[in-house]
């Protein structure tokens, strides 16, 4: 597929350095949006000879506004137009206390939700110009701790030190990647003026490289090993990655939440269902919570993402006013 290009960040491990080789072998132009350079370096070498492809890598901390925006503007002096976006890097490093970004937000929705949700913002343009563009989100199966309605993000949490105590990776990891499935359906709902389909995937497992194990603590690591024996390889996920940006089937999907499929995923009843068919629910994968149905939320996150991130939507209200301006 020559002259489409196709963005990944966090390409140099697991899922997103499986899915650089399989679009570099399918013959896309790949970046590899990366921040650990030393690792990246070597990654990208292995994936330009496998692939037998011109990859290219270029220097991205997601959870980093300055960063971001060096990227996007590099990225936008080389190249016309973006058909492929996959924001696949997730912060989620198991024990790890309380961080926050450069930028004064807590780390895993700097990561997770508002750098992604800048940096969709930063290419729009790009992404404009190509025929068919797509993006996807790498979802989590964790949503589903919101079949129980009390559970809600709390947004006090993405930005407040007054958490620190009850903070866990874990708690905030759910919210982020719930966080994301909601951004999901409302970028979708946005930029359909643009053309542009906006989907998540929802991972239930793939199994974690030596290096991510290696960032966990101890008590943890030896869970990731042993996790690792029972689901699939990270390729699995990356074929999932590709079939949902490229296939023709899903060229006017736009909204959606996949499964491993991949398959379309449905909204639950707002009504509990009943214990048998709630837990039908839990261990399945084809209904996902009610929770991101609620517009009251989904508008409240983006506008606290707009806020947190310097209001780049103001540059994408220009843009539908006029059509031309990118
Ligand atoms: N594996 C699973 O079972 C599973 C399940 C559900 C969801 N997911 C999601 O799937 C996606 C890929 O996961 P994976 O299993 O392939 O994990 P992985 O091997 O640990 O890959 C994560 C990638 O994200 C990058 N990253 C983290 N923070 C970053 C930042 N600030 N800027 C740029 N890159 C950053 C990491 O780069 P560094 O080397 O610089 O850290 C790494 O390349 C993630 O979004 C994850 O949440 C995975």
Known sequence: MKNKTVIITGANSGIGKEAALK????????????????????????????SNNEVELMELDVSSFESIRKFCSDFQNRYEQ????????????????????????????????????????????????????RILFAGSNIIKHFFDPKRKIDFLDCRHEQIIKSFTVYKMYAQSKMALTLLTFKMAEKFEPFGIKVNALQINGARMSKETIKKFKPKYKLVAWVQNLFIPPASYMADKYFKICT???????????????????????????????????????????????????????????AELTGNPIIADEKQQADPKIV
Not at 23 to 28: D, L, S, T
């Open 23 to 50: 679009f570099a072998k399918e013959n896309y132009t790949v970046i590899m949006a990366c921040r650990n350079m030393d690792i990246s370096r070597r990654v990208h070498e292995q994936i330009t000879k496998e």
């Open 82 to 133: 973006l058909d492929i976006l996959i924001h696949n890097a997730g912060y989620f490093n198991h024990g790890e206390p309380y961080r926050e970004s450069a930028d004064g937000i807590e780390l895993t929705f700097a990561t997770n939700v508002m750098g992604p949700f800048l940096m969709t913002h930063l290419l729009l343009g790009q992404l404009r110009k190509s025929e068919d563009p």
């Open 247 to 305: 296939a023709e089937q899903f060229k006017h999907t736009t909204g959606k939440l996949f499964n491993d499929k991949p398959e379309v995923m449905q909204p639950s009843p707002k009504e509990y269902p009943g214990f048998i068919k709630q837990m039908k629910q839990i261990l399945g994968t084809r209904v996902y919570p009610a929770y991101p149905e609620n517009t009251n939320v989904s508008d409240k996150l983006w506008a606290i993402c």
